[in-house]
């Protein structure tokens, strides 16, 4: 059982910010930080020295720079590494077929989205599984990576490989905030994957009792 000062933590927690709200940063905060723990460069212009990042010339090193600023939110060496112009490739992929803007995405990081679509990072293309950016944040419920995404026209109900959509992501994590806003958008909420599955059975499989009650008052079928 929690001891005293951790329950009023949590407590605090659920009636500010929320548990999932709070869940949500710490994930984009540890992807971020994993992907530039070896990246010196793109730290060192985060703490303002952009000589090392400037030294940069390899296009290799320029794309990998760029993705871990993209996962990490640091706008200050992603501007930078955006202002080289043809030297850069926005849509470069790596890492099982992420670009840039999917490595965003997945931090949560909507500034750093913004200025990536603004460069021209292509808003649809997928991974090797088949995700787009706005997939991936709704897999760990970014609502405002999400937010961000559908204003530079992200397909709502694109599909991955084997036939989920933003929402089925949202659902399996409980992701409340975004189930909310990508319902908003026009999500089909009756949409299956391969499996027959729907947003509603994957949060009801998972026990997300916030979740279940949105997809139920936009509709979702019990017996779909």
């Given at each position: 059982?929690?001891?005293?000062p951790?329950v009023?933590i949590?407590?605090?927690?659920?009636?500010?910010v929320?548990?999932?709200a709070?869940?949500?940063?710490?994930?984009?905060?540890v992807?971020?930080a994993?992907?530039?723990?070896?990246?010196?460069?793109v730290?060192?212009?985060?703490?303002?020295?952009?000589?090392?990042?400037?030294?940069l010339?390899?296009?290799?090193?320029?794309?990998?720079?760029?993705?871990?600023?993209?996962?990490?939110?640091?706008?200050?060496?992603?501007?930078a590494?955006?202002?080289?112009?043809?030297e850069?490739?926005?849509?470069?992929?790596a890492d099982g077929g992420?670009?840039?803007?999917?490595?965003?995405?997945?931090g949560?990081?909507?500034?750093?989205?913004a200025?990536?679509?603004?460069?021209?990072a292509?808003?649809?293309?997928?991974?090797d599984?088949?995700?787009?950016?706005?997939?991936?944040?709704?897999?760990?419920?970014?609502?405002?990576a999400?937010?961000?995404?559908?204003?530079?026209?992200?397909?709502?109900?694109?599909?991955?490989?084997?036939g989920?959509?933003a929402l089925?992501?949202?659902?399996?994590?409980g992701?409340?905030a975004?189930?909310?806003?990508?319902?908003e958008a026009?999500?089909?909420?009756?949409?299956?994957?391969?499996?027959?599955?729907?947003?509603?059975?994957?949060?009801?499989?998972?026990g997300?009792?916030?979740?279940?009650?949105?997809?139920?008052?936009a509709g979702a079928?019990?017996?779909?």
């Amino acid at each position: 059982m929690p001891a005293a000062p951790q329950v009023r933590i949590l407590k605090e927690v659920d009636e500010g910010v929320g548990a999932d709200a709070l869940n949500t940063l710490a994930r984009g905060a540890v992807a971020g930080a994993l992907r530039c723990m070896e990246e010196r460069e793109v730290l060192s212009s985060a703490m303002g020295n952009d000589a090392p990042l400037a030294a940069l010339q390899e296009r290799e090193a320029l794309v990998k720079a760029l993705r871990s600023a993209a996962a990490a939110g640091l706008m200050a060496p992603l501007k930078a590494l955006l202002g080289r112009g043809e030297e850069m490739v926005v849509d470069a992929k790596a890492d099982g077929g992420r670009t840039a803007l999917m490595w965003a995405a997945t931090g949560g990081h909507a500034a750093a989205i913004a200025a990536l679509v603004a460069a021209g990072a292509e808003v649809e293309a997928k991974d090797d599984k088949g995700r787009t950016a706005l997939i991936l944040a709704a897999c760990y419920g970014h609502a405002a990576a999400i937010a961000a995404l559908l204003a530079a026209g992200a397909e709502v109900n694109a599909k991955q490989n084997d036939g989920m959509t933003a929402l089925m992501s949202a659902a399996i994590g409980g992701h409340a905030a975004a189930i909310a806003a990508l319902l908003e958008a026009g999500a089909e909420v009756e949409a299956k994957d391969t499996g027959g599955a729907t947003a509603l059975m994957a949060a009801a499989e998972n026990g997300h009792a916030a979740a279940i009650a949105a997809l139920l008052e936009a509709g979702a079928e019990v017996e779909a």
